[in-house]
């Protein structure tokens, strides 16, 4: 089947959406070393039902929903070579974490995300299924680092992995893939920003008939730029909304004209934003582009939100979307 995309505004998601209770199930027995026929079928199940939400909403351009990945990074440091996993880490209160520990050369062993992109892809409708992946600062920051001791050297190296997940991914047809770096808007350093974009230009950098995407949230992002510009990036997917969109006020002071998947969904509340309000919000992103490089989308990823707030939301994000596409024509 194919699915006409609208030309302008098209409507997006980050990637994540709420656990379905297979999805919880899965990572039990992930936990335990169990990813048998029972495993699989249970992360199709919660996928398929993350999916069929995302076209009863209404979206253009979808995500898998996330639900095999209990954590953005710990799920890829499970599938890379020099990655162990630490015992639960206290963070705060109760909380607990398992981080990734490197304890070697980091490298690509084998297709990761490739089956899941080809069976989300089965159920899209004839929508682009976007893949999204972990981005190697991010994977740097959120690990204990006990061979390298060089940011750099594993961030590239981590960089050359991911390089070839990326080429896996194309060749089975995958024409969306998003780069998720939210750790590096918390530090930001320059020399920070300059290593993240040599490991970009080397999973990236000259890959052709791909809509390349990099997403960004919860930070000092204004000290990213003008760096993050020379990326070799065709979509900047932010968060605005949640800062009253600020962001867009730096984006005009560096002509920004690239396109821009922009944030009109707080994803950190569980009040379900007005129609009138989320198109106001995509009023105030055409004053920086035309509508043809607008994305609409939730600021992040929905998974900590309850199911029913999460579609609500966006049901909502999708009737704006239409309603400003018909004052446009």
């Not at 699915?3 to 098209?10: D, T």
């Not at 909380?95 to 490197?102: A, D, E, N």
């Not at 990036?233 to 600020?246: A, H, P």
Request: hydrophobic residues 40%.
């Amino acid at each position: 089947m194919n699915y006409k995309l609208p030309n302008k505004l098209r409507t997006t998601v980050v990637g994540s959406y709420p656990y379905f209770p297979e999805a919880l199930k899965a990572f039990q027995l992930r936990r335990r070393g169990d990813r048998g026929p029972e495993y699989e079928s249970l992360v199709r199940e919660a996928t398929r039902k993350a999916i069929m939400d995302y076209l009863e909403a209404g979206i253009d351009i979808l995500a898998d929903g996330e639900q095999r990945r209990e954590d953005m990074a710990v799920f890829f440091a499970e599938e890379l070579e020099g990655f162990e996993i630490s015992e639960p880490v206290r963070i705060f209160d109760n909380v607990y974490f398992r981080k990734p520990v490197i304890v070697s050369k980091i490298a690509w062993r084998h297709e990761i995300l490739v089956d899941d992109w080809r069976y989300a892809s089965s159920l899209a409708a004839g929508r682009p299924m976007k893949v999204t992946l972990t981005g190697p600062y991010t994977m740097y920051s959120w690990s204990f680092d006990k061979f390298y001791g060089d940011m750099r050297r594993a961030i590239l190296d981590m960089a050359e992995a991911f390089r070839r997940e990326i080429e896996a991914l194309v060749r089975a047809g995958a024409t969306f893939i998003q780069i998720d770096e939210p750790a590096l808007s918390t530090r930001a350093e320059k020399k920070d920003v300059l290593i993240a974009g040599e490991a970009f230009e080397i999973m990236l950098g000259g890959l052709s008939n791909v809509k390349r995407i990099t997403h960004i949230c919860y930070g000092k992002m204004e000290r990213l730029f003008p760096e993050i510009l020379d990326f070799p990036i065709d979509q900047y997917d932010f968060e605005t909304k949640n800062r009253n969109y600020e962001l867009l006020d730096v984006l005009k002071e560096y002509s920004f004209d690239k396109e821009l998947a922009l944030g009109v969904i707080d994803v950190h509340t569980s009040r379900i934003e007005p129609v009138e309000e989320i198109m106001d919000g995509i009023a105030r992103g055409l004053e920086l582009l035309p509508p043809e490089k607008l994305y609409v989308k939730p600021d992040c990823g929905l998974k900590r939100l309850k199911r029913e707030i999460a579609l609500a939301k966006l049901k909502n994000m999708v009737e704006a979307a239409r309603r400003v596409r018909e004052e446009l024509a």
